[in-house]
């Protein structure tokens, strides 16, 4: 690509599988000799950031699959290991993006293969990932579970704000009143990063639209994360509220 115009050196910051020359190398000089069944596998596993053999063979349905992927020579730069084990791989930027391109372009879907990969995330305690791909195969009702089963404000009190603010960046937020539980972790999170006043709105709506919600756990949770946030804006706790 250099050689062909050595002036597209000053382009090498946008350099991408978008560039055409790269989207025909990798179409003419990679993809093209592969068997039909293997190009369809890779456009499968272009849904995960991140490969193992038994990952790739529960998202694809076929055990077979990674190790006829590591044994094809074309392949052989462009599956790229993450460990000294070789345990985890990841497939090259580049091939990654024009496989994932290409199947956008298509208009592939891939909401059963994003199904399988959270499935799979779960199994493995891995909730990040199972959130994530939970809400790409629009599983959100699960997605919102997932993210329960954590503790949620339980999980940001006691040093998992981090993870807490990973797994709602991958959760909808237009679809976050549908689930008042998940918002009062957001509205909790918001108001133990600094943002009290979003914190307090939140948690506010959450509240008058919760009014009639007799569920104890909840109204525990409502409870408690309320004093939680109000604590940051210096309100006293009455009787009432030990009561």
């Known amino acids: 690509w250099l050689s062909a115009k050595p002036e597209r050196l000053a382009q090498l910051d946008t350099f991408s599988s978008r560039t ?29 950031d991140s490969l193992n053999a ?3 063979g529960a998202v694809t349905v076929d055990r077979d699959l990674w ?9 052989e730069h462009f599956l790229v290991p993450l460990d000294e084990e070789r345990y985890w791989f990841r497939l090259h930027n580049l091939l990654l993006e024009h496989l994932r391109s290409r199947r956008r372009l298509a208009g592939k879907a891939a909401h059963h293969l994003h199904a399988r990969a959270s499935a799979w995330f779960e199994r493995h305690g891995q909730v990040r990932e199972a959130v994530r791909h939970a809400v790409l195969a629009d599983e959100v009702a699960r997605a919102a579970q997932l ?48 943002d009290l006043a979003r914190g307090m709105r939140a948690y506010q709506e959450v509240a008058d639209a919760s009014r009639e919600d007799t569920n104890p756990t909840f109204a525990r949770d409502r409870l408690i994360v309320g004093h939680l946030i109000f604590l940051y804006a210096d ?9």
């Open 20 to 48: 055409s020359e790269v989207g025909e190398y990798l179409t003419e000089q990679v993809l093209a000799d592969l068997s039909a069944d293997l190009k369809s596998a890779l456009d499968d596993v272009a849904v995960l």
């Open 54 to 56: 038994d990952l790739v």
């Open 67 to 75: 190790a006829r992927l590591l044994g094809e020579a074309r392949l």
């Open 147 to 194: 993210i329960e089963r954590t503790g949620g404000w339980q999980l940001v009190l006691f040093g998992g704000t981090s993870l807490m603010r990973a797994l709602l960046g991958t959760f909808p937020a237009e679809r976050l009143c549908e689930y008042p539980r998940i918002k009062l972790y957001h509205a909790y999170l918001l108001a133990k990063g600094g």
């Open 235 to 243: 309100r006293p706790v009455g009787s009432n509220d030990l009561a």
